[in-house]
């Protein structure tokens, strides 16, 4: 069974820093990309990084590009995504997701003004 469990979220004033994680289990980690994407209340999904298996090739959203960093753990099979100079506006419930069909169940980051 495809698992995905993401953590890390929680309070943090604006220009701070937190570190999300994403536990995977159930598929061969090496073999798939993974994402991090974001909603926020009345917006639609956001997809804000993905990281490569075979390439390590990333990606990022213009919008968290220069302050997120997408990372991959093979031997704890995570996907890990520091968030550094936070701003209001990055307030929103994370998902990683096993693409296309599972998601995680989501951490909540809110970031005070």
């Known amino acids: 069974e495809v698992q995905l469990q993401a953590s890390g979220g929680g309070l943090v004033q604006a220009g701070g820093s937190l570190r999300l994680s994403c536990a995977t289990s159930g598929f061969t980690f090496d073999d798939y990309a993974i994402g991090w994407f974001r909603q926020a209340p009345g917006k639609e999904r956001e997809r804000i990084s993905c990281i490569n298996s075979y390439d390590r090739s990333i990606k990022y959203g213009d919008s968290v590009k220069g302050r997120f960093t997408i990372s991959r753990d093979t031997s704890k099979n995570r996907v890990d995504l520091q968030m550094n100079n936070l701003r209001p506006e990055d307030t929103a419930t994370y998902y990683c997701?096993?693409?296309?069909?599972?998601w995680g169940q989501g951490t909540l980051v809110t970031v005070s003004s």
């Open positions: 997701n096993y693409p296309p069909d599972y």
